[in-house]
């Protein structure tokens, strides 16, 4: 039994929070407060397992009451549950990992939520990973762009003239939607040099994605004297990324798990550049030892590193509040026989895209065949390994 704590000052909004868990009552004991100073009144007398805050609330903000929670009570998961356009202020004000929940909320997306921060919160709390972020030459904040890309998609009505009218301030965002619309992958007759015509040709989800992916390559730049290969990096991350949505498609998955999918799959190495940027030395003794080594190369990270790329990332996008599928995905995708949501998701098919895409390499084989087989997909993997095959010849 987890005993969670809504935080609201909506009286409605609290009822609809116990009713919705309220099918859950053998795994969830649910308590509401209509105020932080209330909330931590109650965590004095018991404590609880998650919070999810409102954002605006009077007297005590939502941030300001999981900044509170976080000092008082550091193993208790922390959400906010607000409005989008309060996406991009409670992750740059918040100094630990949370989640980010738009209003309004549906009983499935709460319930992934809550079982994967059951996992998550252990992972990203590691001292060993907290200590090698602590290292990095920058931590970005979170991406403005693509909140107001965000902003402009769910918005009704909105003119793709608007969304270039975005899309055009970041030049760096620009060459990488040039770059990948005019890829071998899209088939065109002629080239596109038009951001606008590129949007239509991508669709505003992908664009969407691709404004992280920017925004990360934007505030890392490996030093020349590493060597290390960005565009080869960025090639298999897009190839990931298609191959992971193409996985989800043949499973017939949510056009939301999809789109999870494809944003995990070009955001699930940039731990790799996050290292090279900042701990150059360090990062060149992993790949020494990692070219002459029979250990994966995650476990020569944690060796000489304490921790994985893969965590470093899921740090880095669990402190921009994206969705739980998401840094789930990045964070277990060498392990995924480490989350706690043992089922077809997201983290399924990133795993598969980027063993397939090593594989196709030449390295040693990375698939998790046991998490497979747990999940009773092992007899998909040949029609996986098909899509990966396209990704790579189109890519």
Known sequence: MKRILFVEDHPLMRDMYKA???????????????????????????????????????????????????????????????????QAEAADALESTHQFLVKPVDLNTLRAVLVRLDGLDDFLSDPKLKTLAGKLRVL?????????????????????????????????????????????????QEKISDPLEAVQQLGLNTVRSL?????????????????????????????????AKAIMRAEDADLAYVEAAYTAGILHDIGKLMLADSLPQEFKEVLTQASTSHESFHQIETKVLGATH?????????????????????????????????????LTAVHVANALEHEMDGDSPSLNEDYLANLGLSDRVDVWREEALRAREEG
């Open 20 to 86: 919705l868990l309220a099918s859950e009552s053998n795994r969830w004991e649910v308590a509401t407060a209509e105020s932080g100073s209330e909330a931590l009144t109650l965590m004095q007398e018991r404590p609880f397992d998650i919070v999810a805050s409102d954002m605006r609330m009077d007297g005590m903000t939502g941030v300001e009451l999981l900044n509170t929670v976080l000092k008082l009570y550091p193993q208790t998961s922390r959400m906010i549950i607000s409005g989008v356009a309060d």
């Open 140 to 188: 970005p904040s979170f991406p403005l762009l693509y909140l107001e890309i965000m902003k402009a998609i769910e918005a009704p009505d909105t003119p793709l003239q608007t969304i270039d009218g975005l899309i055009i301030k970041d030049p760096g965002l620009t060459a990488k939607i040039l770059q990948i619309v005019n890829s071998a992958a899209m088939g065109l």
């Open 211 to 243: 404004a992280l992916s920017a925004h990360v390559f934007a505030n890392f730049t490996p030093s020349q004297r590493l060597n290390f290969p960005m565009d080869t990096l960025w090639s298999h991350l897009m190839r990931c990324g298609n191959t």
């Open 310 to 346: 893969a965590g470093l990332a899921a740090y880095l996008l669990g402190l921009w509040g994206l969705p739980a599928m998401i840094v789930e995905a990045v964070a277990f995708h060498h392990t995924p026989d480490k989350s706690s949501h043992q089922r077809f998701s997201p």
